[in-house]
């Protein structure tokens, strides 16, 4: 799809001009992109499918849900009959496809799990998308897929060479989609990007994680050193990285979607402590810090080029600062985790904020 294809005029009366399904719009980063979408393209008619999953939540789109250009549809993108006769109803043209297992800690435990969703789940997606002749099909991948390095910094051409369960789902599920552009010339596009934080992230990923303990008066738990870094973009900073590729991205081609923005873990906790506890003392910021057992595999970094998204016109824009005290003021009661309703969610979310050890 060329740029001028995204912001062609309104479809005929009543019609929308495209229609955009997204998948896992109920979750972190995707329902930031739904809202985005249905609040600037008023023509297109933005299709959440999700299965509700125990991370997502429908709070995370309320400002939008009863906007005339979004609908939410239930379901799996692993049953594979639904997927096909959802393709054939909705006549989607264009399809984001964020619905993934996405904790690595847990696809330790659950590989199988990760597998099916996330390779089986995406194949049958690129499938169903395929035979209705969906003008752009976005696959969301991970720098994980990467695996770590220290120095060696990589480029959408370096070899994929995953270390956890996630990435690897992740990588199998990229061959998938790119087999597709390979064999029929279907106009996929891949992006890898690297961590993304902001409001409505799940309490498992380390960002959430630390603000939730810390506000329950629990310490940080940081696997190994905690030296390992991770680099974080802001939600709104990816989000525009996909209207990006969606408008100029060529069929067929990976882009990295990176920041320079690197900090260690234990660094990331110790900010944290001074924005949540107000304390600048080393020995205080030490009392909220418990060093726990490393996971199996753990990278040390994931160091990323992204000049090739940035020859497309993108960069993160929003500061850490900003965005990490937007951030802070997240509730955990956005996931009903302390409401009692859902008992599933609690169990789950004590687990996190209880035990240490692999879910810490
Ligand atoms: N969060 C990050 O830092 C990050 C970084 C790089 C790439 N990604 C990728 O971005 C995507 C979104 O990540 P996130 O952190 O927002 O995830 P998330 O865990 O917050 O949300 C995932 C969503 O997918 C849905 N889902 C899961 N299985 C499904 C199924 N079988 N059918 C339909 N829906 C299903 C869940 O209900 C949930 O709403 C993932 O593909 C992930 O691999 C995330």
Redesign the pocket.
Known sequence: MSAAGWEEPWGPPGGFAKRVLV????????SHMIVSLVEDYPNYMIIN?????Y??SLKNLETISNKQNYKFIQ????DSHFVKLLFETEKIDIVLH??????VDLSFVRAFEFTY?NVY?THVLVSAAHEARVEKFIY????EVYGGSLDKEFDESSPKQPTNPYASS?AAAECFVQSYWERYKFPVVITR?????GPH??PE?VIPKFISLLQHNRKCCIHGSGLQTRNFLYATDVVEAFLTVLKKGKPGEIYNIGTNFEMSVVQLAKELIQLIKETNSESEMENWVDYVNDRPTNDMRYPMKSEKIHGLGWRPKVPWKEGIKKTSKLSINHFGVKSGKCKGKTTYFQNIIQTSGILC
């Open positions: 998948t896992g719009g109920a979750g972190f980063i995707a499918l999700d299965k509700l999953d991370c997502a379901g799996d993108i692993c964020f619905a993934a297992q996405t904790h969703v789940g969301v991948s991970t720098d992740k990007s690297s961590n993304v934080y992230q799940y990923k």
